[in-house]
């Protein structure tokens, strides 16, 4: 498994190593161009001699070629050197390459641990060798070698600080090693698990015959044998603090206990006092406050009360019913609220109860046992409030009757003025509307603009001066002509 990092790096001397390759094979082929050479003059050929009288190799000098020389790449003639990286207690092998630098080398020597380790080593930064002498680039890494990433010293103090065992601890680094980095020869068990084992029997080697006690955790409980909640037997394993802290173990205190006392109630300063088989106590031997305890009170909860609550005062209907229910009286006045505006399923939440007689309940004190109680107060307590509702009452509607002329057998139609808001339409947009509905109910042709009473007087264009009930008529009432000519 390769990093990115270190896969672009294979790939890029895999690249180079074939560009190599592919060339000294051209070279070899005789493919590749070839550089103009200066002729060679044989000896002799200034002064007019056969050059093969001198020397008969030089004719067949000229017809046979050198051998040349096989190129061989950089890469195989300085392969990458192969180092060994030691932790704590992983190691790891790691190939130097070339293109990757110093601070991706480091990355991929901290993955390569945490693969072997199968944990979460911190990010290497630094190397040294064998002699704490520390390593700062790539080029003073050796092939074959062995590099740490820490000092020799502070590995040690790490190793001995988490020990697997005795004998691990006396085998040197290259055999602890040796084993953490073959999987079947590496423990079977974390050091975690290994020091969890062997607690127990760190805190037994304290005591080689330790004393046993009986434990109690109040003096009331005498009667009852170990083990149970109260008593618990126990082992002196080492110290005061340390039998303490037992003791709020065994006996599951909700504190820490902080102090032990002695059957006469004598503190108990250290675990030198005690004896084999005593008994001891987490509480002090208190005689005047064990003589005034009323245990009645002290271990019997008070007896609840049992109240009727009443969502009116007119219904006589026993509880329970709709408007009647018995309620177990709670711990405060806020919480028989509650439970009342659940149980008679009130529309608004109840804030305030009050007793037969009217008084309002203020301390949950004043509930007595089987009683009465109301959510309401009295009627003869209540006074009524004058409130003028007459601007709540909306404006009546006014019928009136409309005639289209004066004949007797005219019926008319009525004709209903309905009241509307003046935000939306003012007094000329009502009187307009009026109008409409006039021309549509009496069949007029012409848009009706005006009426007049039985007088004969022409009404203000204004609804409001018209009275309900009232006739009135579009067209003025007739009159005599004003000249004597007669029509």
Same mark, same amino acid.
């Given at each position: 498994m390769y990093s990115p990092k270190e896969y672009e790096a294979s790939k890029r001397d895999w690249e180079l190593q074939r560009y190599e390759d592919a060339s000294l094979m051209l070279y070899q082929l005789g493919i590749s161009p070839k550089k103009e050479k200066r002729k060679r003059r044989s000896k002799g050929s200034k002064m007019g001699i056969d050059p093969e009288k001198l020397d008969p190799r030089a004719a067949a000098r000229g017809k046979t070629k050198p051998a040349l020389l096989p190129r061989v790449s950089y890469l195989a003639c300085n392969p990458a050197p192969t180092i060994t990286v030691h932790a704590v207690w992983q190691s790891a092998k790691v190939i130097?390459?070339?293109?990757?630098?110093?601070?991706?080398?480091c990355e991929l020597i901290t993955q390569e641990l945490n693969l072997e380790a199968i944990a979460n080593i911190p990010y290497v930064s630094k190397l040294y060798k064998s002699n704490d002498e520390e390593v700062h680039c790539k080029e003073d890494l050796e092939d074959g070698e062995s590099y740490f990433t820490m000092p020799k010293a502070v590995l040690e103090k790490k190793r001995r600080n988490q020990g697997l065992s005795r004998t691990l601890l006396k085998l040197n680094a290259a055999e602890t090693q040796t084993k953490w980095t073959n999987p079947l020869e590496s423990p079977l068990i974390s050091p975690e698990g290994y020091?969890?084992?062997?607690?127990?029997?760190?805190?037994?080697?304290?005591?080689?015959?330790?004393?046993?006690? !009986?434990?109690?955790? =109040? +003096? /009331?409980? @005498?009667?009852?044998? #170990?083990?149970?909640?109260?008593? $618990?037997?126990?082992?002196?394993?080492?110290?005061?603090?340390?039998?303490?802290?037992?003791?709020?173990?065994?006996?599951?205190?909700?504190?820490?206990?902080?102090?032990?006392?002695?059957?006469?109630?004598?503190?108990?300063?250290?675990?030198?006092?005690?004896?084999?088989?005593?008994?001891?106590?987490?509480?002090?031997?208190?005689?005047?406050?064990?003589?005034?305890?009323?245990?009645?009170?002290?271990?019997?909860?008070?007896?609840?009360?049992?109240? !009727?609550?009443?969502? =009116? +005062? /007119?219904? @006589?209907?026993?509880? #329970?019913?709709?408007?009647?229910? $018995?309620?177990?009286?709670?711990?405060?006045?806020?919480l028989l609220s509650e439970v009342i505006t659940d149980m008679l399923k009130t529309d608004n939440p109840v804030r305030d109860v009050f007793q037969v007689n009217g008084d309002r309940i203020t301390d949950i004190d004043q509930v007595e046992d089987l009683t009465h109680i109301y959510i309401d107060p009295h009627p003869d307590r209540m006074k009524p409030k004058e409130v003028n509702v007459d601007h709540l009452a909306p404006d009546p509607r006014k019928l009136l009757r409309i005639h289209k002329n004066y004949f007797e057998g005219d019926q008319g139609s009525v004709v209903t003025v309905c009241p509307m808001n003046p935000k939306l339409a003012d007094g000329a947009t009502q009187w307009i509307i009026l109008m409409e509905e006039c021309t549509l109910l009496l069949g007029m042709s012409v848009l009706c603009r005006k009426l007049w009473n039985l007088h004969g007087e022409e009404m203000p264009q204004d609804t409001k001066a018209l009275v309900p009930g009232a006739e009135y008529y579009t067209y003025p009432p007739p009159c005599t002509p004003r000249s004597n000519i007669e029509i």
């Amino acid at each position: 498994m390769y990093s990115p990092k270190e896969y672009e790096a294979s790939k890029r001397d895999w690249e180079l190593q074939r560009y190599e390759d592919a060339s000294l094979m051209l070279y070899q082929l005789g493919i590749s161009p070839k550089k103009e050479k200066r002729k060679r003059r044989s000896k002799g050929s200034k002064m007019g001699i056969d050059p093969e009288k001198l020397d008969p190799r030089a004719a067949a000098r000229g017809k046979t070629k050198p051998a040349l020389l096989p190129r061989v790449s950089y890469l195989a003639c300085n392969p990458a050197p192969t180092i060994t990286v030691h932790a704590v207690w992983q190691s790891a092998k790691v190939i130097v390459r070339v293109q990757p630098s110093w601070e991706e080398l480091c990355e991929l020597i901290t993955q390569e641990l945490n693969l072997e380790a199968i944990a979460n080593i911190p990010y290497v930064s630094k190397l040294y060798k064998s002699n704490d002498e520390e390593v700062h680039c790539k080029e003073d890494l050796e092939d074959g070698e062995s590099y740490f990433t820490m000092p020799k010293a502070v590995l040690e103090k790490k190793r001995r600080n988490q020990g697997l065992s005795r004998t691990l601890l006396k085998l040197n680094a290259a055999e602890t090693q040796t084993k953490w980095t073959n999987p079947l020869e590496s423990p079977l068990i974390s050091p975690e698990g290994y020091k969890n084992l062997t607690k127990g029997a760190d805190k037994r080697m304290l005591a080689v015959n330790p004393k046993k006690l !009986i434990v109690r955790a =109040n +003096r /009331w409980t @005498e009667h009852v044998e #170990p083990p149970s909640h109260f008593v $618990q037997h126990m082992l002196v394993k080492g110290t005061l603090d340390i039998l303490m802290a037992d003791v709020t173990d065994a006996l599951h205190m909700d504190k820490a206990c902080q102090v032990l006392f002695h059957p006469d109630g004598r503190r108990v300063r250290s675990c030198e006092e005690l004896q084999d088989g005593q008994t001891i106590y987490t509480l002090p031997k208190d005689v005047s406050n064990f003589s005034k305890r009323d245990w009645g009170i002290t271990l019997c909860p008070p007896k609840a009360h049992l109240v !009727i609550a009443h969502s =009116n +005062r /007119w219904s @006589e209907a026993p509880a #329970p019913s709709r408007y009647a229910k $018995q309620i177990v009286v709670p711990s405060s006045l806020k919480l028989l609220s509650e439970v009342i505006t659940d149980m008679l399923k009130t529309d608004n939440p109840v804030r305030d109860v009050f007793q037969v007689n009217g008084d309002r309940i203020t301390d949950i004190d004043q509930v007595e046992d089987l009683t009465h109680i109301y959510i309401d107060p009295h009627p003869d307590r209540m006074k009524p409030k004058e409130v003028n509702v007459d601007h709540l009452a909306p404006d009546p509607r006014k019928l009136l009757r409309i005639h289209k002329n004066y004949f007797e057998g005219d019926q008319g139609s009525v004709v209903t003025v309905c009241p509307m808001n003046p935000k939306l339409a003012d007094g000329a947009t009502q009187w307009i509307i009026l109008m409409e509905e006039c021309t549509l109910l009496l069949g007029m042709s012409v848009l009706c603009r005006k009426l007049w009473n039985l007088h004969g007087e022409e009404m203000p264009q204004d609804t409001k001066a018209l009275v309900p009930g009232a006739e009135y008529y579009t067209y003025p009432p007739p009159c005599t002509p004003r000249s004597n000519i007669e029509i």
